[in-house]
């Protein structure tokens, strides 16, 4: 098991160039079996979601080349249609079912894993390929599917915006027969770079209000160049680190136009940012500030960034709260800061009136954070890869030195996380 050893205490100062995005990266290589011919994606990252995705389509039949930061992926034609078993499991494998049900018209893929964040139920990616004409069958241990008549276009509404389920949506549909309207579809700036690339590849693909993604299927698709957006994720979480150890950090490579619901609440509890043509730069200038934060989907306030930004308001004067709607058990990270001496409490009970669509049950899905409250070192395992990065930064702003295990989960999104923070002077070694 690989660890962290950490020193904290210490202001950050620098610059650091983001990433490729770890939620767009995957998606594109899995949009690359589309077609026989080359699909070159440039600011490739190199983590574990990319690798076990490499793997995935290196077994499905993909030719895969990495070379100056850019990663090549050719599949001239689909020698295996039935991947049942991975090295790692990610939420990936799920995707591959549209383009394999596309060319070969049958697929089974393991049951996807990833973070352990509570129950991902793909019901609505399943419903919509059902709507395109896909018979599928779940397996203790995989997705089997199959297409006799070939994918049709259909309309298909979706009960939440997700995610993942829009981007099975389109990669099943950019190769169906006729035309597929998805209406409730979410709409962030990686579904956007996906569309962007399918479209280079010769798809036809409209955006319209509200939520709506209409899909004209084409017979075939080519190969094209495409670079993959910077990580916002990482933006954020480098924007927190920055603020919350009272540092100085120019973020390369950082994009406004993604960041602007985070950006606008960093401003509500007093941080500082300066939009440069190079990147964003962010500071603490005063002591911060506390807010009311409600997580949902783009454009609002991401369910991603929602972590990092707790170990923010551990140091602000005053109770805030955090109000999460995307996912009922995505506060495992609490007990690691509570031990470091936060004080937070989480509860089931939703802010009154702000009822979301968790009310009634008993997910633990609002986080009180009373502060400020001296962070000290301690030793923490990593529950998944949000959390992880929280464990980063309340171990590079506490007081001592911790002990961070299970590091492997952090890698999965963040290229070289170690190496780079040591760049803005903290003191983080790999062991």
């Known amino acids: 098991m690989t660890k962290f050893?950490?020193?904290?205490?210490?202001?950050?100062?620098?610059?650091?160039?983001?990433?490729?995005?770890?939620?767009?990266?995957?998606?594109?290589?899995?949009?690359?079996?589309?077609?026989?011919?080359?699909?070159?994606?440039?600011?490739?990252?190199?983590?574990?979601?990319?690798?076990?995705?490499?793997?995935?389509?290196?077994?499905?039949?993909?030719?895969?080349?990495?070379?100056?930061?850019?990663?090549?992926?050719?599949?001239?034609?689909?020698?295996?249609?039935?991947?049942?078993?991975?090295?790692r499991r990610n939420r990936i494998p799920i995707l591959a079912l549209g383009p394999l049900l596309a060319r070969t018209g049958e697929a089974e893929v393991p049951i996807l894993g990833g973070d352990k964040i509570g129950p991902r139920p793909v019901d609505l990616h399943l419903q919509a390929l059902r709507a395109l004409g896909a018979e599928i069958e779940i397996t203790a241990s995989s997705f089997r599917a199959k297409a006799p008549k070939g994918l049709r276009g259909a309309l298909i509404e979706l009960g939440f915006p997700s995610v993942g389920a829009t981007e099975n949506t389109i990669l099943a549909a950019v190769l169906a027969k006729g035309k597929t309207v998805l209406k409730n579809a979410a709409l962030g700036p990686e579904i956007i770079g996906l569309i962007k690339m399918l479209q280079k590849m010769g798809a036809i693909i409209e955006l319209a209000p509200p939520r709506t993604i209409t899909i004209e299927g084409v017979s075939r698709l080519r190969g094209t160049r495409h670079r993959i957006l910077p990580d916002r994720n990482e933006a954020v979480s480098f924007a927190c680190l920055a603020i919350a150890t009272g540092g100085d950090i120019l973020i390369r490579g950082a994009v406004q136009e993604h960041l602007i619901t985070f950006l606008n609440t960093l401003r509500r509890i007093g941080a500082d940012y300066e939009v440069l043509p190079e990147g964003i730069r962010f500071r603490r200038m005063n002591n911060l500030r506390v807010t009311d934060i409600e997580t949902a989907t783009h454009p609002g306030f991401m369910t991603d960034w929602q972590q990092p930004f707790a170990v923010l308001l551990t140091q602000a004067d005053g109770a805030s709260t955090i109000h999460e709607t995307i996912y009922e058990d995505r506060f495992g990270y609490v007990a690691d800061l509570n031990a470091m001496g936060a004080s937070i409490e989480i509860s089931d009970m939703c802010p009154s009136g702000r009822s979301c669509r968790f009310s009634g049950g008993h997910s633990k899905h609002v986080a009180k954070i009373s502060g400020p409250s001296k962070l000290r070192g301690g030793k923490l395992a990593v529950r998944d890869l949000r959390s992880g990065m929280v464990d980063v930064i309340a171990a590079l702003v506490a007081e001592g030195e911790s002990l961070i295990e299970g590091v492997e989960e952090i890698d999965r999104g963040y290229e070289r996380i170690d190496e780079r923070l040591r760049k803005l002077g903290a003191e983080i070694k790999r062991i």
């Open 5 to 87: 050893i950490v020193k904290g205490g210490k202001e950050l100062h620098g610059e650091i160039r983001l990433a490729g995005a770890k939620a767009e990266a995957p998606k594109l290589m899995i949009a690359s079996l589309l077609t026989d011919e080359p699909v070159r994606l440039d600011n490739f990252p190199k983590i574990g979601d990319t690798d076990i995705t490499r793997e995935l389509c290196e077994r499905i039949g993909s030719k895969f080349s990495v070379k100056n930061g850019s990663a090549t992926l050719t599949t001239p034609s689909l020698k295996n249609s039935r991947v049942l078993e991975l090295s």
